[in-house]
């Protein structure tokens, strides 16, 4: 039988989670782009290979989405909005946890990718939507006998404007309705 725990994050709490982020991402100011995103893929993998609870299963997936929607050459986010991305992503990025005076344990690591997750949910759920659309178009322009009146990258290009279009309205929608903590921690992500 599942047993639901909730917990709600204090103001210490919120308050450690914002100066990981921002040192975190001070840090990756500096850092390439593949960097950042290599720092991530580590986490992850480090992550892998202990024994650990669903529930930091679940948000380490997260996290994978998040890796796999920076990197997706069909994808071409905006500057601004692969800005948005590698900031999440740098708050995996800093030093090792024993040169840190943040470090992380697994639960740390799923808690910081909760909040990014949350924040960057429009994207995810575009990026979603885009990668089952690929698939989909894929396999059915594939088959024998179906017209193929567009390229690829026509079609990609299509579903991809109108994915992000939808994403930016849900997102500016989510921030206007938000409250002060959901506005404080989209900002703190330069979210």
């Not at 900031?87 to 090792?96: E, Q, R, Y």
């Amino acid at each position: 039988m599942p047993l639901r725990i909730t917990f709600n994050l204090g103001e210490a709490d919120l308050q450690h989670f914002e100066a990981v982020a921002q040192q975190t991402q001070a840090n990756a100011r500096q850092l390439p782009a593949e960097t950042i995103i290599a720092a991530a893929r580590d986490i992850l993998q480090s992550a892998e290979g202990n024994q650990t609870a669903a529930f930091v299963r679940e948000r380490f997936a997260r996290l994978q989405a998040v890796i796999e929607m920076a990197t997706d050459a069909d994808w071409l986010l905006s500057e601004e909005d692969r800005r948005r991305v590698l900031n999440a992503l740098a708050c995996f990025s800093g030093p090792p946890a024993a040169a840190s005076p943040f470090s992380a344990g697994l639960l740390d690591h799923a808690i910081m990718i909760e909040l990014v997750s949350r924040d960057l949910e429009h994207d995810l759920d575009a990026y979603r939507d885009f990668c089952d659309f690929r698939k989909s178009e894929f396999t059915n322009r594939r088959r024998p006998g179906v017209e193929q009146d567009l390229q690829r990258d026509e079609w990609l290009q299509q579903r991809r404007a109108v994915l992000q279009s939808r994403m930016h309205a849900r997102r500016k929608r989510a921030l206007e309705a938000a409250g002060s903590s959901v506005r404080r921690l989209f900002s703190l992500f330069g979210l």
